[in-house]
């Protein structure tokens, strides 16, 4: 375990795998050069090692990386399944909680709830009502990224009255909403942006300044997926001048620093990366990485594998 995960992993992994915890060592260096050949499995996720091919490559005898969590950008899992190596993630169980946290930050972004709640305690009603806010009557809410949970979220929304649009690299015949294949057109038409795709190179800047610009100065962007998805400085830009009217964000380019530009603006509102993070759904995370490794482990097979690595393996690779 190269980075810190929930007590219940590390607690679940010790009753069936002998657990090195490698940020524990005085020096990684040298004691990941000391296990290295003995390490048949990794968990991960929720920390800053980089498992790239340079990482990987030091483990000689690695056969699977269970991550925790469904994202898996911080993992180069074309290198892994090139040397047959397995990745696993934790998608499903947490669809419902990151689906319920965007719709809390759509809410608080629209009709400004955090503003409210510092209005109250800075005793500023006690001089004046609240302003006025904007509203979610009427509104058209742009998908990008109808996948798992972007299809729990475009379930919840639905319950709002909110009229649901979608944007992927291709359309869905069974999604239900209509589908842009131009992301700038999608933005122009739509009231509200949610971004839930995966991180990574495929779709590092996906939201630009012509999307932005495009979404126009009624719009409202909705960030849950990865900061690297969204051109974070274009994104300042378009705030400060008032191309767009607000953001929601639960993630950044560099977490956990957060730019001071964002920090400053009233009218915007931040989260800590918290959209899975409820004790009940981060378990559920944690048992799915435990599960992972020791059913491997014990000769079943991976349970959740991403698409880069399939279960069974489809051929021999170089490992
Ligand atoms: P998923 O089921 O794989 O859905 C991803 C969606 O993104 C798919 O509909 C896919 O559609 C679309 N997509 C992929 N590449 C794209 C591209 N280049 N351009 C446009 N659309 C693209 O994944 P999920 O389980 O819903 O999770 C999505 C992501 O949410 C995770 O990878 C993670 O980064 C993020 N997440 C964040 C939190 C949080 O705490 N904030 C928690 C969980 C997950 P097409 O294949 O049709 O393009
Ligand atoms: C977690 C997430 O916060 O699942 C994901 O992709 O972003 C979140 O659920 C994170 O992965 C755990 O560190």
């Not at 990386?65 to 993630?89: L, R």
């Not at 005793?123 to 798992?148: D, H, N």
Request: hydrophobic share 40%.
């Amino acid at each position: 375990m190269p980075d810190a995960l929930p007590a219940r992993v590390i607690s679940g992994l010790e009753q069936g795998c002998k657990l090195h915890k490698l940020w524990e060592a005085p020096d990684r260096d040298a004691a990941l050069e000391e296990l290295a050949p003995r390490i048949r499995g990794l968990a991960t996720g929720g920390g800053h090692t980089r498992i790239d091919g340079s990482f990987l490559s030091r483990l000689p005898r690695l056969e699977i990386v269970s991550s925790y969590g469904v994202g898996y950008d911080h993992i180069d899992a074309k290198w892994a399944g090139a040397h047959d190596i397995i990745v696993t993630n934790t998608p499903d169980v947490l669809n419902e909680e990151v689906a319920d946290t965007a719709l809390g930050l759509i809410l608080c972004a629209v009709r400004q709830l955090p503003q409210a709640d510092r209005h109250l305690r800075e005793g500023k009603w006690l001089q004046k009502p609240f302003r006025l806010t904007a509203t979610l009557r009427g509104r058209t809410l742009g998908i990008v990224g109808l996948g798992r949970i972007g299809k729990a979220i475009a379930k919840r929304a639905e319950t709002f009255g909110l009229k649901i649009v979608y944007h992927g690299r291709k359309p869905q015949a069974d999604a239900g909403y209509e589908y842009f294949a131009s992301l700038v057109e999608m933005a122009r038409a739509v009231d509200i942006l949610l971004v839930i795709t995966p991180g990574g190179p495929e779709t590092k800047h996906l939201i630009n300044a012509e999307v932005l610009e495009a979404l126009g100065p009624e719009g409202v962007l909705i960030n849950v997926a990865r900061g690297s998805v969204v051109d974070e400085d274009a994104l300042i830009a378009a705030l400060r001048e008032r191309k767009i009217m607000t953001a929601g964000l639960d993630v950044f380019a560099n977490e956990p620093r957060v730019p001071q530009e964002l920090i400053d603006m009233e009218h915007v509102v931040l989260l800590p990366h918290v959209g899975s993070a409820s004790v009940h759904t981060r378990n559920a995370m944690g048992q799915l990485v435990v599960d992972n490794l020791l059913s491997y482990a014990a000769g079943r097979g991976p349970l959740t594998p991403v698409a880069e690595t399939p279960w069974p393996r489809k051929k021999s690779g170089a490992h």
